[in-house]
């Protein structure tokens, strides 16, 4: 029986050059609600999402994360951040929102990628105006990618990461 779910998890790849089309606006709504409508610890859901699609902001961002520049070529891109008196509840939650916009995307044929990472967005946070009570996470470009991608996971094999019942035990 066909999972589009498993199937999109097995395909999904970090995308970091994107084409010149734009993303519609439904397209990008989807996305970001698929970051709301992920599961959150006690339901706290301590995120809260940036959509920046204008091409100004966009270009600030790739100036801003170390790890991204290739964010100011992106049709958008989503700043994640969550409430810092949240801890380690708000860096979960807000991750699985990541991984659910991802998916999301990807299977509206959009591509992504986690740039950044947690403490040191600090001038994402100020230039975006997300109050000093949040902590950004990450940053998440979005795009259609500029080339059909193609491609296999390199993953371990099953058997060295999955045990049965109790750690080495082979699972069948």
């Not at 606006?25 to 409508?37: I, L, T």
């Not at 339901?43 to 520049?69: A, C, D, I, Y």
């Not at 989503?78 to 990541?98: C, L, P, Q, T, Y």
Request: aromatic letters at 8%; charged letters at 25%.
């Amino acid at each position: 029986m066909a999972n589009e779910v498993f199937d999109a998890v097995c395909t999904v790849l970090a995308v970091r050059e994107y084409s010149e089309v734009e993303i519609p606006s439904d397209v990008a709504m989807r996305v970001v609600e698929a970051g709301r409508m992920t599961a959150s610890a006690s339901n706290m859901q301590p995120w809260h999402f940036v959509l920046v699609r204008e091409r100004e902001g966009l270009r600030k961002l790739g100036s801003l994360v170390r790890t991204g520049p290739y964010i100011a070529n992106a049709a958008a891109a989503v700043i994640v951040a969550f409430e810092k008196d949240k801890g380690d509840f708000g860096i979960s939650d807000a991750s699985r929102a990541i991984q659910s916009m991802m998916l999301a995307a990807w299977a509206d044929g959009v591509g992504s990628n986690w740039t950044g990472f947690a403490g040191r967005l600090d001038n994402v946070r100020e230039q975006f105006g997300l109050p000093e009570t949040y902590t950004v996470l990450a940053v998440m470009p979005l795009g259609y990618p500029k080339r059909k991608v193609i491609g296999r996971k390199k993953r371990k094999p099953l058997n060295e990461v999955v045990s049965a019942e109790h750690f080495g035990q082979p699972v069948a």
